[in-house]
Structure formats: structure tokens, C-alpha cells
């Protein structure tokens, strides 16, 4: 009997997550064809291990999960491999890379299928296809190639999340135990992350979920939530919940029955949302969710210039005055919010760019002095191919191009671009990228993250005593004693690890 390997190569050095992208994958296929788990994050060479699968467990289908970043680092490799050793073998990749950048996924000439978006539906009917000789021309969310054409396949409507099979937990428990992926956050010792939606209603231009869900959501109830997370809570001892969905606060109604359901469970959670949306929230709706443990929300607050906020599509109703009003808010009902700044927007002229950034940081500063417990993350812009929006044709004008081949994905240049620290876009100097990471060393240490659970409070008093004058004389040039010290304590990096 054909068997199946699921991998998920490795995303972050430390504190894995419970791999929900595959776990969904695997739940799709539960009871159709036997399957194993391999976790980069928890191997220190998965190769070892997916080569031993391949040579003894009949393993004729691999699917890979990837997004931009370093999980290509392994992805690439190793489906290269595969394909040499065992040509017989059927790769398929799925995940917001294989997703958004087809092109070079399929062009590679060893992988064979991507799907597009969801996969709980386009996975098993690909693999029953496969299986049983049948034609997959027709399966929906499916991208392969014909020839030297690239086919993508017509869109599935979302799925009903209530609807979709229950994650194997105990699966995934007989590969890596549970507890291994329960990590010791800002929110608790034992953190579930979970995955309550698909999708986000809006259309940011520069945001790579647009492609894939096309303004489209759909929320699991909070009823369903809530048992999965009473479930890994009894069953192996979660104490706090890490939401991952895009955008967890659409329904204030869910959310608020959620907040209800949660609360004597006295779990502390967190998720990410968006700031006009949550807004609009009642006073009511805000404590309850305060009370039943939500500490901390996550923002893509972007810039404080209005125009840029405009271009960018926010959905039209996010500006510098909300955020700024917004953030008060949040103070007094002890819900920390956190700010994700996008720096390093194209624009016309050098100068033109130079000047945004200095007034991104001056409005980052004041936002910090309206809320100090406000969390910053900065991003510098890296552009993602949502073909047709302004900002996109800008970026293209500027002689911007993404790789042509795989491979380049993971040179070091291509690396750090996906990481968003320094992005090779045609109209940002090495000055100005200087500039971005030097106010971002000062305002850490100025005021480091509560996040960090390895910092002390004597080690933040230091740090804070020392960037005190450049933070207040605007002096970022150069941090080098900043760094030296986040470097010696291992100061943690939000904006690339999650908590
Ligand atoms: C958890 C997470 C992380 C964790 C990973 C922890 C872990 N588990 O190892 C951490 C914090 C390390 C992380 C880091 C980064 N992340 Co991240 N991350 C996510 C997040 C929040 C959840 C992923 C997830 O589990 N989703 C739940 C599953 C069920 O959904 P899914 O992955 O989409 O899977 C479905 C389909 O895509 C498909 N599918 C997926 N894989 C496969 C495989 C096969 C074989 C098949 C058939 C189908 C299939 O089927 C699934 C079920 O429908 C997503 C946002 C999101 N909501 O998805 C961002 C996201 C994927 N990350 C993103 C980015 C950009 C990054 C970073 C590069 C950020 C940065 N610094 O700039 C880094 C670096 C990545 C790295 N280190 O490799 C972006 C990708 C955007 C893009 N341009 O494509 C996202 C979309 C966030 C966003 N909205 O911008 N990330
Ligand atoms: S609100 Fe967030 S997830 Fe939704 S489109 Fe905008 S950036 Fe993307």
C-alpha cells in the first residue's frame, strides 16, 4: 500500500510550534492512505530521517509545506534530493509559498503539484487521482504543470471550518510529543498555537493572504474552538493559546462568545487583528475579553501617514488619528497592543522615501508616549506579487524583480529578503536600511519587549539607562553598545520568531 510523507521543514531555531499546516493536511487524509510526520523543527537533520522513510516505508507521496523564508532552506534541498534518489516519487507542495510564487515552484522540475491555498479538499482528491488512475485536470485548487503551460486550476469556495475533521492530535503525538510543541511564551509555560479561520475580509495591497482568499473569511465557532482547546489543555496540559489565524477578530460576536467560553479556564491568549475592526468594538465586548485572559492583541498598524494607509488599502477606514486614539484605548482596559510597522514604502524620489521613514519614526515615538506598554515590530517593505494593485505596478517601475529560478530563493541575498531585514528593492539605500535597524536597536532597548520572558528586570533597567539619551536626542546612528548587549543576552526578535 502507497504511503504518504508529510514534512514541515524547519521555521524557527527555537520554541517550535505545533505544525498546524500539515496537521491539517493529514487530517484530510486520515483513514485513505497511511502517512507519516516529519518535523524540521524538532530534527536536528530531517533528511536523516525522511531518508530512511523513503528507503523502507513505501512512501510514494511527499507533501512539503512552505513559506518565504528559511523553511525554503530545507524544502529545496530536500525535494531535490527525493526526486533524485527516488524519481518515482510525487512531490507536492502547498503553503503561502507554493501558493503565491507557482511559477518557480513548478519551473524547478522536481515538484510536481502545488496547491493553492486550502488543501483539505485538493489533497485527497489529488492523491485518490493518483491512486486510481484518474483524471485531477479538474480538481479545484490545484496548480501543475502541462507541457510548458503552468495550469491553475478554478478556486474552491472556503470551507465551513466546523466542518472540516477534527486535527490528529494523537498522530502527530505517536511522531513528536504534544508537549514538545507547548512552549514557554509571554502568555504562559505550555502555549497551544491554533488556527480558528481562513482568510481575512480585506485587501491590503501589500499583503500576501489577498492572493490566496481574495477578501474571503470563515471562522470555526466558538463553541468548536473552545473544545479543541479544552482538549489539548486536558490531554496534554496547554495553559495559554497563540491564535494564528490572519485576522481572529472579524466577528465580535465569536469572539466575545469565545471570550465567554475561555474564561474559566483561565488561560491568558493572544491573536492579531485589525484596529478599525476591533474599534468598533463596544467598551462591553473589550473587558470581557480582557477578563477571560486576552492580554495582548496584534495590529498590522503599517504607517502613520494617511495617504500611504490609502494606497495601501486598508480597507479605507485605518489613519494615523485612529491609531493614535486607538491606542489609548487599549490602555485602559489593560489590553497591550501591538504595532507592526512597515518601513521603507516605495515613492517617487529618494528624498521623498528618506522623509516617510523619519515620519514613520517620529509617529512610532509618539504612539510609544501615548501608550508606552504600545509593542512595536518593525518591518522593512518587502514587496509581494499582488498583481494589479498601484503599489505593485510602483514596485515593478522601480526595476524590481523576483528570482527566476528556485534555487535563488535561498542564496543569502534572497534570504534576508524574506525576513523582511533587508529587502534589495531598487529605491532603498543602504543609509536609510541603517537608519530603520538603528531606531529599531535604540527603541528596544529603550523599551524591550515584555515578550521576552529571558529578560530580566535588572537587564532592562541597564538597556533602558543606556539608549535613554539617543532615543530622546534622536541620535540612532550606530548603536553599537545596544547591539553588543541584545547580542550577549540573547534579546529576542519578535518580528522573525513570533512570541
Ligand atoms: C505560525 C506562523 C509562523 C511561525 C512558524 C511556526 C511553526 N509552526 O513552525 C513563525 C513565527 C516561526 C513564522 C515565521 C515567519 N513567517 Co509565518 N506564519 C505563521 C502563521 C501565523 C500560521 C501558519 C499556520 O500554521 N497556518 C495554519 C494552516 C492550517 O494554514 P496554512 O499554512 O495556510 O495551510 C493550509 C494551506 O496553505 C494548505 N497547505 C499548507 N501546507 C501544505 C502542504 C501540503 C502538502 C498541502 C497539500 C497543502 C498545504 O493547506 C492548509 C490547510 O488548508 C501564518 C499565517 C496564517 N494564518 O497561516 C504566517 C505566515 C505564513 N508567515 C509569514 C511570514 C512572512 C513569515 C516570516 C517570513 C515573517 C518575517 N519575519 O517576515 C517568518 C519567517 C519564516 C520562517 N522562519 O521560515 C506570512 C507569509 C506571507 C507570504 N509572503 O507568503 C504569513 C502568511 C503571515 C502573513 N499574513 O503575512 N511564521
Ligand atoms: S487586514 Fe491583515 S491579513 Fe487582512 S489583508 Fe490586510 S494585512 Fe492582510
Redesign the pocket.
Known amino acids: 500500500m502507497n504511503r504518504v510523507l508529510?514534512f514541515?521543514p524547519r521555521?524557527?531555531r527555537y520554541k517550535?510550534?505545533?505544525?498546524?499546516?500539515?496537521l491539517?493536511?493529514a487530517s484530510s487524509i486520515e483513514g485513505m492512505l497511511d502517512y507519516v510526520m516529519v518535523d524540521g523543527?524538532l530534527e536536528i537533520d530531517p533528511w536523516d530521517k525522511i531518508h530512511q522513510y523513503l528507503k523502507e516505508e513505501n512512501i510514494k507521496y511527499v507533501?512539503?509545506?512552505c513559506?518565504?523564508?528559511?523553511?525554503l532552506k530545507q524544502a529545496i534541498p530536500i525535494s531535490k534530493k527525493i526526486k533524485e534518489l527516488f524519481p518515482g516519487t510525487i512531490i507536492?507542495?502547498?503553503?503561502?509559498?507554493a501558493?503565491?510564487q507557482s511559477n518557480v515552484v513548478l519551473n524547478s522540475g522536481y515538484i510536481d503539484f502545488a496547491?493553492n491555498?486550502?488543501?483539505?479538499k485538493?489533497?485527497p482528491s489529488l492523491l485518490d487521482a493518483l491512486e486510481n488512475n484518474k483524471p485531477y485536470e479538474l480538481i479545484h485548487n490545484l496548480i501543475y504543470k502541462s507541457g510548458d503551460t503552468i495550469i491553475k486550476t478554478n478556486k474552491d469556495e472556503l470551507y465551513e471550518p466546523d466542518e472540516l475533521p477534527f486535527l490528529p492530535y494523537e498522530k502527530l503525538n505517536s511522531f513528536y510529543p504534544i508537549r514538545k510543541y507547548l512552549g514557554k511564551t509571554y502568555l504562559g509555560s505550555k502555549t497551544i498555537?491554533y488556527?480558528s479561520s481562513?482568510g481575512c475580509p480585506f485587501k491590503c495591497s501589500f499583503?500576501?493572504?489577498v492572493p490566496i482568499y481574495n477578501a474571503r473569511w470563515k471562522g470555526r465557532s466558538a463553541q468548536l474552538i473552545y473544545n479543541d482547546i479544552k482538549y489539548l489543555k486536558e490531554n496534554f496540559g496547554g495553559n495559554a493559546i497563540e491564535f494564528?489565524?490572519?485576522n481572529f477578530f472579524v466577528s465580535e460576536k465569536r469572539t466575545v462568545e469565545f471570550s465567554k467560553f475561555i474564561e474559566p479556564e483561565n488561560m491568558i491568549w493572544w491573536g492579531e487583528g485589525r484596529i478599525d475592526t476591533i474599534d468598533k468594538y463596544s467598551d462591553e465586548s473589550l473587558t470581557t475579553m480582557r477578563q477571560s485572559g486576552c492580554r495582548m492583541i496584534f495590529f498590522g498598524a503599517e504607517t502613520g501617514n494617511d495617504e500611504l494607509l490609502k494606497k495601501m488599502d486598508k480597507g479605507g477606514t485605518q489613519t494615523a488619528e485612529g491609531m493614535r486614539k486607538f491606542a489609548a484605548r487599549m490602555a485602559k482596559f489593560d489590553i497591550i497592543p501591538e504595532y507592526s510597522f512597515v518601513l521603507g514604502t516605495p515613492a517617487d524620489t529618494a528624498e521623498q522615501v528618506m522623509k516617510q521613514i523619519d515620519q514613520d519614526i517620529a509617529f512610532i515615538k509618539e504612539i510609544k508616549h501615548i501608550n508606552p506598554k504600545t509593542e512595536i515590530v518593525i518591518?522593512v517593505y518587502s514587496p509581494?506579487p499582488t498583481e494589479g494593485s498601484d503599489m505593485y505596478n510602483q514596485v515593478l517601475q522601480s526595476g524590481f524583480r523576483f528570482p527566476e529560478k528556485l534555487e535563488d530563493w535561498i542564496s543569502p541575498h534572497w534570504e534576508n529578503f524574506?525576513?523582511?531585514k533587508n529587502p534589495l528593492t531598487p529605491w532603498l539605500t543602504p543609509e536609510m536600511i541603517n537608519k530603520i535597524k538603528d531606531f529599531e536597536t535604540v527603541l528596544n532597548g529603550y523599551y524591550p519587549t515584555v515578550s521576552d520572558v529571558k529578560l530580566s528586570g535588572f537587564k532592562r533597567k541597564i538597556l533602558r539607562s543606556i539608549s535613554f539619551l539617543r532615543y530622546k536626542t534622536g541620535v540612532y546612528w550606530k548603536p553599537y553598545e545596544l547591539k553588543a548587549l541584545q547580542l550577549l543576552w540573547k534579546y529576542r526578535q519578535p518580528?522573525?520568531?513570533?512570541f
Open positions: 508529510l514541515n521555521s524557527a517550535p510550534r505545533i505544525p498546524n499546516s500539515i491539517s493536511i523543527n507533501g512539503i509545506t513559506m518565504p523564508g528559511p523553511q507536492i507542495w502547498g503553503g503561502y509559498f501558493s503565491n496547491i491555498g486550502p488543501g483539505e485538493a489533497f498555537a488556527h481562513y499583503c500576501a493572504v494564528h489565524d490572519n518591518y509581494v524574506d525576513l523582511r518580528e522573525i520568531e513570533g
